[in-house]
């Protein structure tokens, strides 16, 4: 039976760390709150090697630092389940990614178990259990943790680690651990802090025929938002709505007080939001974006996808992979 532990102070903490690096493998798992902050407020880290069961306060603790340097320092084996955010929270608190990572969802998909398969589902499947779903709207802000909370803390990772043995297992039989390697790098790349905003600004809805002149007006706004919500750790979309951004953009204002005429827009805000306008009208013609000049694809064309994604299905379906790992609907029409 594994042991547990409850660490709340930095020698516990400590402690707890020097078990960890012990070991040539450990699983870890994070409880945050992100709905009223920028970067995620870390709550709890829970932590599996094959001997013990850690479950972390970082409220009470503060500074993790002596762990986040066993997640990086490339000595151990790192395993997670969907860990796109645990590797951002690393990338924030520590400014470097993890090494060596596993990430049990995604090679599940490299063995034929759906994707994206929950972490009950991987648990149920290879250990056999159903997990409690009891505390999964928590806030894990709140102090004193109840007991049962703690005990869904552990479980959140008690598994971990027999999933993990069991996928690997089952990766080297099919000769995939340079596939799930390559998934893994990737993912590293997709939850990158620093990946630059590039298009993100065309997911703000409302902004379909556009000119480029106006487009870049979005482009600018949407560049302060996240610049400002990063300074002040607030949710973007609590500085600025997509929906203000485009009604503000459609409205073409001249000077700040116009901007003000729009519910929801703050009053220091508005002459930033006017600085950002007027340079994307500033810009030359080649440094605007240009329009999105998809059109609907023709009937044949739909056809088409849809044939491919039936043999492509029936092919992932007899060498045990996941379709959506392997195409998109998007990559279909790119071919």
């Not at 605007?288 to 056809?303: H, R």
Request: hydrophobic share 40%; with cysteine.
């Amino acid at each position: 039976m594994m042991r547990e532990h409850f660490v709340a102070n930095e020698a516990d903490f400590l402690k707890s760390c020097d078990l960890i690096a012990k070991s040539g493998v450990f699983g870890f798992d994070t409880e945050f709150v992100s709905e009223e902050s920028f970067r995620p407020e870390l709550c709890l880290v829970q932590v599996a090697t094959p001997e013990d069961l850690f479950v972390i306060d970082a409220i009470a603790i503060g500074s993790l630092e002596a762990f986040w340097d066993l997640v990086t320092d490339g000595k151990r084996n790192v395993i997670v389940h969907a860990g796109r955010e645990e590797i951002r929270i690393c990338q924030h608190l520590s400014g470097k990614a993890p090494a060596r990572l596993f990430d049990i969802q995604v090679a599940a998909g490299l063995i034929g178990i759906g994707y994206p398969a929950g972490y009950g589902t991987l648990v149920q499947t290879f250990a056999g259990t159903r997990l409690s779903k009891q505390e999964t709207l928590t806030d894990w802000r709140i102090r004193p943790l109840t007991a049962e909370q703690i005990t869904y803390a552990f479980d959140d990772v008690r598994y971990l680690l027999q999933c993990h043995e069991k996928i690997s297992a089952r990766l080297l039989e099919l000769d995939r651990i340079d596939w799930a390697e390559e998934e893994f790098a990737d993912l590293q790349a997709r939850s990158n802090l620093d990946e630059p905003m590039g298009e993100r600004w065309r997911r703000v809805k409302g902004t379909s025929g556009f000119d480029r002149k106006r487009l870049a007006m979005v482009r600018e706004i949407v560049a302060w938002r996240e610049e400002f919500a990063a300074k002040r750790n607030r949710p973007p979309r609590a500085i600025l709505r997509d929906d203000l951004i485009a009604d503000i953009v459609k409205r073409n204002p001249q000077k700040a007080q116009d901007i003000l005429a729009f519910r929801g827009v703050q009053h220091r805000d508005s002459e930033e939001i006017m600085a950002a306008i007027q340079k994307a009208r500033a810009l030359p013609t080649d440094s605007l974006p240009l329009q999105d000049e998809t059109k609907p694809d023709a009937p044949q064309v739909g056809l088409i996808g849809q044939v491919m994604a039936g043999l492509l299905g029936d092919l992932c379906n007899r060498k045990s992979l996941v379709p959506s790992l392997v195409a998109t609907s998007s990559d279909y029409f790119r071919f």
